[in-house]
């Protein structure tokens, strides 16, 4: 069984910043990709950031400068810095993973979701 637990999330004055934890945990025999996604209310579930098990990172125009994802292998956790945060960073922020358990085939796995209000 696997799990993604989130923790970080809350309300921040515009300016300010929060930092989002993920934590995996369960049969993982390895994983690829870590990472976290944004849905803001009646929108699509849009990429923020990601990070390879190389450290390689790719992140969404919209956080360049702002954000940034950082990743630890042997706990299998993945970390997002978010700094300067602005009203429209308001969202539902998702842990993604992408990774392999039993089977070898790759598949992606969510987080519950932990909420990030700013205010103007």
């Known amino acids: 069984q696997v799990q993604l637990v989130e923790s970080g999330g809350g309300l921040v004055q515009a300016g300010g910043s929060l930092r989002l934890s993920c934590v995996a945990s369960g049969s993982f025999s390895s994983i690829n990709i870590m990472g976290w996604y944004r849905q803001a209310p009646g929108k699509q579930r849009d990429l923020v950031a990601i990070?390879?098990?190389?450290?390689?990172?790719n992140y969404a125009d919209f956080v360049k400068g702002r954000f940034t994802v950082s990743r630890d292998n042997r706990k299998n956790a993945v970390l997002l810095q978010m700094n300067s945060l602005e009203p429209e960073d308001t969202a539902v922020y998702y842990c993604y993973v992408l990774g392999s358990t039993i089977s070898p085939s790759l598949r992606a796995y969510w987080g519950q979701g932990t909420q990030v209000t700013v205010s103007s």
């Open positions: 990070v390879s098990s190389g450290g390689t990172t």
